[in-house]
């Protein structure tokens, strides 16, 4: 069975069309759950790791850290985060992609208060916010030129 590849790049400014799971504004918002989760796991480890007695050695140099399932977890969803990153910088131009990405910096605090029990303070509440305002103000030009496409 033959499977549809993805069209090559029609070149700067010349968006082409995609079947949605090459989509990539879809692998975009992949990689901001990737880099979130990774950062998620790789705390845990770093956590569950921190009353391990080690050898003096390896705690100096942090790999006692490498003995927790979380943080090889953490590792396999950069590495996989980071193929994604690269189809979606063979679509979208790298000046929209990497400030859209920011938004890891509103989901790290948002999965760090949900899953591992953080305090959120009122003005870092507020600066995710302002992330959140600056995501949408980059957005909104795209999806009124996606409209006309």
């Not at 980071?82 to 929209?96: A, G, K, T, Y």
């Not at 605090?109 to 029990?117: E, I, Q, R, V």
Request: hydrophobic share 55%; charged share 10%; net charge negative.
């Amino acid at each position: 069975m033959e499977h549809p590849s993805p069209p090559t790049p029609a070149g700067p400014g010349t968006p082409a069309r995609l079947h949605w799971g090459w989509n990539p504004y879809l692998h975009l918002a992949l990689n901001g759950l990737l880099v979130t989760a990774s950062e998620l796991l790789l705390k845990r480890g770093a956590m569950a790791t921190a009353q391990i007695p080690g050898s003096a050695w390896l705690d100096s140099l942090g790999l006692t850290i490498l003995g927790s399932w979380w943080v090889w977890a953490g590792i396999a969803c950069y590495v996989v985060s980071f193929v994604n990153w690269l189809h979606v910088l063979r679509w979208i131009p790298l000046s929209v992609a990497f400030p859209l990405a920011s938004v890891v910096h509103a989901l790290i605090p948002l999965g760090a208060w949900m899953f591992l029990d953080e305090r959120l303070s009122p003005l870092r509440w507020g600066g995710i916010v302002l992330i959140m305002a600056g995501i949408w103000l980059i957005a909104e030009p795209l999806t009124h030129a996606e409209e006309t496409l």
